[in-house]
Nanobody, 115 residues
């Protein structure tokens, strides 16, 4: 059974930083593509960042230069370093992967950015 568990969210002020973590189990993490999504209040869930098994990364335009996705294969964990946070980064953040053709999601972690 694949499990994804996010942590690291919280309430911060604009300009602050947070690091989200997503610990995985039940899968061969080192060959999996890992994704971070976010869902602002009342809006749809959108892809924020992805990291492939070989470490190549992709970001949505609104977070380029501020967010960094990384992975630690020894820990089966993917991270999202978020710097220079803005009010519009307020959302529930979810870790996601596709394993054996099935999509798996974590429970989410809330990030609130205030002025």
């Amino acid at each position: 059974q694949v499990h994804l568990v996010e942590s690291g969210g919280g309430s911060v002020q604009a300009g602050d930083s947070l690091r989200l973590s997503c610990r995985t189990s039940g899968m061969n993490f080192k060959i999996a593509r890992m994704n971070w999504y976010r869902q602002p209040p009342g809006k749809q869930r959108d892809l924020v960042a992805s990291i492939s098994a070989d470490g190549s990364t992709n970001y949505t335009d609104s977070v380029k230069g501020r967010f960094t996705i990384s992975r630690n294969n020894a820990w089966n964990t993917v991270f999202l370093q978020m710097n220079s946070l803005k009010l519009e980064d307020t959302a529930d953040y979810y870790c996601q992967t596709t394993w054996k053709s099935l999509s798996f999601w974590g429970q989410g972690t809330q990030v609130t950015v205030s002025s």
